[in-house]
């Protein structure tokens, strides 16, 4: 079955970086674009960034734009998310999330999600 | 970027209550439309994907429709498990955006 295991979160400070995993198995990592999304404590989704399955296209939100890479290692069925100069706004869960569709440029639905990672950014 | 809209924030319902649930697009999306439950503690999970169909495994109950840029999900006879917050996303571009949320609770 699909599972997604997101790690990497915790506490840092304003500035500072931070890298997130998701480690992805049953599927063919290869073959699915991934998301990040993230959730400000009692807040809504918030999209962050997404790369296609084949790893030729980023896109981010204008929130994290500049500061937020995303990427993903296929030898390691991993997607990661590195975050640099930290803001107390981008307190919040992050979540990793399956595109639904295979081999499929663009946005799309998330059918598959882990069970998130918190960061929390503070001095 | 493409801006999401819901209404209502939130709704006060009852067992066995239909419920409808409105996404609105600041711009046209086609039928780039998905549906999402979250439980409080919890991942979302897919409900409704290209504006009107089923995920495998969700119950029939939900149905989405619309199409440009107005959207509804639709629950018939609300179910105990139904209480939770529903999230409305376009996939009609990127960046993908999603709504404000719309919490269904007692």
């Known amino acids: 079955q699909v599972q997604l295991v997101e790690s990497g979160g915790g506490v840092v400070q304003p500035g500072k970086s931070l890298r997130l995993s998701c480690a992805a198995s049953?599927?063919?990592?290869?073959?699915?674009?991934m998301d990040w999304v993230r959730q400000a404590p009692g807040k809504g989704l918030e999209w962050v960034a997404g790369?296609?399955?084949?790893?030729?296209?980023?896109n981010y939100a204008d929130s994290v734009k500049g500061r937020f890479t995303v990427s993903r290692d296929d030898s390691k069925n991993t997607l990661y998310l590195q975050m640099n100069s930290l803001r107390v706004e981008d307190t919040a869960v992050y979540y990793c999330a399956r595109v639904s569709r295979a081999r499929f440029y663009g946005a799309g639905s998330l059918g598959y999600w882990g069970q998130g990672t918190l960061v929390t950014v503070s001095s | 970027d493409i801006q999401m809209t819901q209404s209502p924030s939130s709704l006060s319902a009852s067992v066995g209550d239909r419920v409808t649930i409105t996404c609105r697009a600041s711009q046209s999306i086609s039928g780039y439309l998905n549906w999402y439950q979250q439980k409080p503690g919890k991942a979302p999970n897919l409900l409704i994907y290209?504006?009107?169909r089923l995920q495998t495994g969700v119950p029939s109950r939900f149905s989405g429709g619309g199409s440009g840029t107005d959207f509804t999900l639709t629950i018939d006879s609300l179910q105990p498990e139904d209480f939770a917050t529903y999230y409305c996303q376009q996939s009609y571009t990127t960046p993908s955006t999603f709504g404000p949320g719309t919490k269904v609770d007692f």
């Open positions: 049953g599927f063919t990592f290869v073959s699915y674009g």
């Open positions: 790369i296609w399955y084949d790893g030729s296209n980023e």
């Open positions: 290209a504006g009107s």
